[in-house]
């Protein structure tokens, strides 16, 4: 019923000849993948990585978004300047973002209307830290920050919603959840998408990705889960073999 989909997320990683290079080693890898197949690259990457995947099953997202159209944000991008450049998908909230960045529910909230507004899907992230967890807390993170992520979002946006459950514990440290624990937090989420809106809306339109280190090791395991409609990569991205290995699953 739901499409998976692995998304890769390079983070501050490769130029333009990098992205050239990998794109065309990824091309004939996933060409017959049962998931949707997407690269979130760096703002300079984003011409090169929409030009190189023209024709191909490849989608193409950027990184972040900022919430206005214009203006005095020296740094940033628009959704506006993402869409004339072909882009399909864009991370929003990302635990690197929360951490490094500033970036709040309230600012999640508002580049996530400003993606949609101009048909831009969002891959939302969502997850708590080691203390959260530890301190019992990650149903009231998860409850809090995917509310108010979708504040005042209509119910006809969610099919162009996807959510990236990433434990921040799990992110970059070789850690991971178990698939039943990642499965079982991910339920969470679907659930209080359930009581926001509707159970056929949690169930049939969006989508929930696992986003704590998932690698060509765990992926069958993972997506073997039935709360669980794919990965968001980040360190197995950068290697077309490790990649296509996870979108192969």
């Known amino acids: 019923?739901?499409?998976?989909?692995?998304?890769?997320?390079?983070?501050?990683?490769?130029?333009?000849?990098?992205?050239?290079?990998?794109?065309?080693?990824?091309?004939?890898?996933?060409?017959?993948?049962?998931?949707?197949?997407?690269?979130?690259?760096?703002?300079?990457?984003?011409?090169?990585?929409?030009?190189?995947?023209?024709?191909?099953?490849?989608?193409?997202?950027?990184?972040?978004?900022?919430?206005?159209?214009?203006?005095?944000?020296?740094?940033?991008?628009?959704?506006?300047m993402l869409v004339e450049l072909g882009?399909?998908?864009?991370?929003?909230?990302?635990?690197?973002?929360?951490?490094?960045?500033?970036?709040?529910?309230?600012?999640?909230?508002?580049?996530?209307?400003?993606?949609?507004?101009?048909?831009?899907?969002?891959?939302?992230?969502?997850?708590?830290?080691?203390?959260?967890?530890?301190?019992?807390k990650v149903e009231e993170v998860l409850v809090r920050q995917t509310t108010e992520a979708l504040k005042d979002i209509a119910k006809e946006e969610l099919g162009n919603i996807v959510v990236a459950y990433e434990p921040v514990w799990a992110i970059g440290t070789g850690k991971t959840a178990t698939a039943e624990v990642a499965n079982d937090t991910i339920k969470i989420i679907r659930d209080t998408i359930a009581k926001l809106y509707c159970p056929a809306c949690a169930e049939e339109k969006v989508r929930i990705q696992y986003g704590g280190s998932m690698n060509p090791k765990n992926v069958k395991e993972l997506m073997s889960m039935p709360e669980i409609d794919g990965g968001l990569i980040g360190g197995a991205s950068l290697k077309a073999a490790d990649f296509s290995l996870v979108v192969n699953y």
């Open 1 to 80: 019923m739901r499409t998976p989909i692995i998304a890769g997320n390079w983070k501050m990683n490769n130029t333009i000849a990098d992205t050239k290079a990998l794109i065309t080693d990824l091309i004939p890898l996933v060409k017959d993948a049962k998931a949707e197949v997407v690269i979130c690259t760096p703002y300079t990457d984003l011409a090169t990585a929409v030009e190189m995947t023209k024709g191909t099953n490849i989608k193409v997202g950027a990184e972040n978004v900022h919430w206005a159209e214009k203006g005095a944000f020296t740094g940033e991008i628009s959704a506006n």
């Open 87 to 136: 882009v399909t998908y864009v991370i929003i909230g990302h635990s690197e973002r929360r951490q490094y960045f500033g970036e709040t529910d309230q600012t999640v909230n508002a580049r996530v209307k400003a993606a949609l507004a101009k048909g831009l899907k969002p891959i939302i992230c969502v997850g708590e830290t080691l203390e959260e967890r530890e301190g019992g």
